[in-house]
């Protein structure tokens, strides 16, 4: 059985790892600086700020995302 390390992929796998972190950053970042100007409008149904509503339907999209582009970009290695 092969260790993590002895795969083949594992510098591939290593690459998409730090775009999806990259990318977990800079959502946040962006979100964290928009946010003091987004709260001053709220949601009519759920009333809450819109600085903390979208954050977190962002941060479900992405993962959603992000999960499926992983599973994909490895699925090959397995076989």
Do not use: C, E
């Not at 009333?47 to 479900?60: C, E, F, K, R, V």
């Amino acid at each position: 059985m092969l260790t993590i390390y002895q795969w083949n992929q594992w510098s591939r796998f290593k690459k998409l790892i730090v775009v999806l972190f990259g990318a977990w950053l800079g959502l946040f970042f962006v979100t964290h600086t928009f946010m003091k100007s987004l709260n001053k409008i709220v949601v009519p149904v759920l009333d809450l700020p819109l600085g903390s509503y979208i954050p977190g339907q962002a941060a479900m999209i992405v993962f959603a995302v992000t999960l499926f582009w992983f599973v994909r970009a490895t699925r090959g290695a397995h076989r």
